[in-house]
């Protein structure tokens, strides 16, 4: 569908580039009163993907919110990006979205042919992720917003956080990064249709085979790599496991076209924040080019796993993932913490 409205027309960032930076999260909600509850095993403390709460021995919910302004003009493919997105989260916990509330906000120059072909392309999501959206809020605003709140379950014992990494997991990455360079320098009409379909349709994929693929193998961490980019999301699980993480930088899968617009200027703002909240925490044992790293830094809208899987299980697990998921790569591996987070070999 052609829309009269160019969608990201309206909206001053792209997708997960809209992110707040993680450190100034952390900054404001410092000091607040909160109950403490044996049974929510994963709060907001860890920085995870979602919060994760015990109801009974083999039940746990898992909840959590994502939503953005258009990242691409289409709203079918909007609503289809903002919704596989905000589902990622109870995946990267190793959990099964079930149920969703739709979160939208409309721009006066919207009309109703474009605001029900967002909502059609969150319930296509949706339902091929097997949740039910059973309500939700709209509002107008300045800009449009789409999004959802997903409950999902997951086995108490089978919860994966990012804070599990252990000595010799193997570090697995589902999709390639470049998104946020490639949906900027889109933005000025530079990039190759076909170049543009194929990270459209890779945004629209849900983590879901790679979340069924992986719980088939003794996976000791998990998280998705959304806006505060590999690195970002990397430094968090190094963090939170209290280990190292080596990320063999001539392994990581990327959008060749990423690295011509990143080299001509193209970085999304997040990139910039997301060094800066992570630099310190990284070690380079070798050159890497200034373009290569951007990719790095550069903030992903619906991007894909990043798996430790324990050695014994990597090489049948990437096998697997593989098979499935061709862009799946081996990026690195993990150790006790030496030296710094995260080493870039
Ligand atoms: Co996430
Ligand atoms: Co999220
Ligand atoms: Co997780």
């Known amino acids: 569908m052609e829309p009269d409205v160019k969608l990201t027309k309206l909206a001053s960032c792209a997708g997960c580039g809209a992110k707040v930076g993680a450190g100034t999260l952390v900054k404001m909600l410092d000091g607040f009163r909160t109950h403490t509850d044996p049974r929510l095993i994963v709060g907001y403390d860890k920085s995870d993907d979602a919060s994760v709460y015990m109801v009974s021995d083999d039940t746990a919910i898992v909840q959590t919110t994502d939503f953005f302004p258009p990242i691409v003009d289409d709203p079918f493919l909007y609503g289809q990006i903002a919704a596989t997105n905000a589902l990622s989260d109870v995946y990267a916990m190793g959990g099964e979205p079930k149920l969703a509330l739709n979160i939208m906000c409309l721009a006066d120059s919207m009309d109703d042919k474009i605001v029900r072909e967002i909502l059609r392309g969150g319930y296509d999501k949706a339902y091929e992720a097997g949740a039910i959206i059973t309500g939700g809020h709209t509002i107008h605003g300045a800009e449009p917003i789409y999004g959802l709140a997903v409950t999902g379950f997951v086995h108490p014992k089978r919860v994966l956080t990012n804070s599990g990494a252990r000595p010799g997991d193997v570090l697995i990455l589902t999709k390639p990064l470049g998104v946020g360079i490639l949906t900027t320098a889109a933005k000025a009409d530079l990039v190759k249709p076909e170049t543009m379909n194929a990270i459209y349709k890779q945004m629209a994929t849900l983590n879901k085979t790679a979340r069924d693929i992986m719980l088939r193998f003794t996976v000791h961490s998990c998280t998705d790599v959304t806006g505060f980019s590999l690195m970002g999301h990397s430094f968090e699980m190094a963090q939170g496991s209290g280990m190292s993480l080596h990320i063999d930088s001539l392994s990581v899968p990327f959008h060749m076209e990423a690295l011509e617009f990143a080299d001509m200027g193209f970085i999304p703002a997040g990139a910039y924040r997301n060094r800066t909240y992570v630099e310190k925490g990284i070690l380079k044992k070798c050159e890497i080019p200034r373009a290569l790293e951007d990719i790095f830094f550069d903030p992903q809208t619906s991007g894909g796993l990043l798996i430790a899987v324990a ?33 870039l070999e």
């Not at 096998?319 to 080493?343: K, W």
């Open 311 to 343: 050695e014994k299980d990597a090489k049948d697990c990437l096998a697997a993932l593989q098979a499935e998921i061709p862009n799946a790569a081996q990026i690195g591996y993990v150790t006790e913490l030496h030296e710094n987070y995260l080493i």
